[in-house]
């Protein structure tokens, strides 16, 4: 029986479900067409994934196995595929709505093996006596921490495995019924090669160890690193969930304190659940429908980082510039967008899905939502960010701000968390703020009630 073992959401060879598989086995990565054809050219993820499943081939050829590269969409490949005798196919879970419908399709093709190599715990475990999923996440919280065991955090051994026979040198791009070989490099797939700055997740973890103990306290502030960096790689697999675990286990033996950040990694297996149970929240308000404005311009001045208030446009300048977005930022612009502006959240997850190297759906709606108050388990509706007290909070001196917007270095920073000092001085080349604070919060206030 030979098995194609689909890598998608683990690229890597450590610790992996896939490679615990026995038997005649044809790893493939495929580039699916359906997902790159709605992308930039110059899009971040694509340079990321390019480079990690080249890397991920030179790990597996080094266990003396080897990965087969496709361009085209799942089904033209899984039929491609069928012609050549493989029945079985494994993967791991995938929970969004294109990659559900996309399972099924091959689903009914092949035998489809699902693998919950992604989160530690199954959707179906963790559930209410009433056998109906959790609704709210500190219960869900501690129906984890009693089911936990170490069998969680096991590591995967690889399988007794041979490589099936197959073209590994080169990409095979599939359409239809047509199979072109094309040279393995990112242009062939038509995005340009771009520098990615990802820690390795290995590094990463090192260097986090010096800081777990403070990171309850830290994580909040915007220009201190207190975190772990590590959603880039728990999002692509490259660094396993359960390795993650036991890393903290260890840690947590030598009497470091690793509850808080354990509990962060929880929020993303509930986020996970939650779109699971629920995968209208991927569009629909769960709670309330939320007060919209279609105000275009101030979507426009969103997006290019011109709101006049310096935390939000400094916020997108790091996501534009990096791909990446503090936490806190994303809380407090996720507030600004729903709230402030009234803007639809759905068009702020578009937004952030589009440039957020760890875009994840589960994660990205979900916190949406929770800003939006609108979700499960949401952040109440008339909780309002205000903008300037956060910046104070958690960038006192400014630093953040000015790291993304340089055109502020020579504003004394208490000045960047002063409303009245922004509307009443001309900053050559920043606008003033869109909205005053206190006006927006009551017109929410007052359109939601
Ligand atoms: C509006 C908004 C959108 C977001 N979109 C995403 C997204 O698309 N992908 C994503 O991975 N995270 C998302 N987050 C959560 C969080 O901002 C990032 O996971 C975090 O900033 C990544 O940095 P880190 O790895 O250093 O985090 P750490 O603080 O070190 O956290 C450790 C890990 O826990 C997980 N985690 C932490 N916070 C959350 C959370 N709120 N929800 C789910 N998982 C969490 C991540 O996997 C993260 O790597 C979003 C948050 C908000 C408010």
Sequence with gaps: ????????????????????????????????????????TKDRRVSF??????????????????LALFYGTPFDVFTYLKTLGFEDVY???????????????????????????????????V??????????????????QALYTQFYALKYARGNQSLAQFNYKELLSIQGH??????????????????????????ALEIFTCKIDSYEQMRDFLDVDATSHLSVHLRFGTISIREVVRYLVALKQQGHTTEPFFRQLIFRE?????????????????????????????????ILAQTGYPLVDAAITELLETGLMHNRARMVVGSFFTKHLMLPWQKGEAFFAKYLLDYDASANVLSWQWCAGTGIDP?????????????????????????????LNDIPSACLHKEAYLTSHEIAGYPKPIIGHESARKRFLNTFS
């Design 49 to 66: 994934i390019f480079e990690q499943v080249l890397k991920l081939k030179a790990d597996l050829k080094a266990l003396g196995l080897d």
């Design 127 to 144: 559930l209410k006596k009433d056998g109906t999923p959790y609704l709210v996440f500190t219960p869900y919280y501690h129906a984890c």
């Design 379 to 407: 952040q109440p509706y008339f909780r309002i960010f205000n903008p300037y007290a956060q910046s104070l909070k958690f960038d006192k001196e400014a630093c953040y701000i000015k790291r993304f917007l340089p055109i």
């Design 178 to 203: 047509a199979q072109t070989p094309l040279h393995v490099k990112i242009e062939s797939i038509g995005f340009e090669p771009l520098h990615v700055n990802i820690i390795e997740p290995q590094k």
């Design 270 to 302: 509930f986020y996970a659940y939650l779109l699971y149970h629920f995968p209208r929240l991927a569009w629909e308000n769960y709670k309330y429908t939320p007060p919209i404005s279609n105000d275009a311009e101030a979507y426009e001045r969103f």
């Design 1 to 40: 029986m030979k098995k194609v073992l689909w890598f998608r959401r683990d690229l890597r060879v450590h610790d992996s479900m896939l490679l615990a598989q026995d038997g005649e086995v044809l790893p493939i990565f495929i580039f699916d067409t359906k997902i790159l054809r709605g992308l930039d």
């Design 91 to 125: 993967s791991s879970v995938d929970y969004d709505d294109y990659a559900k419908e996309r399972d099924g399709e091959i689903a009914e093709m092949l035998r489809f093996h699902f693998l919950n190599d992604c989160y530690l715990f199954e959707p179906n475990e």
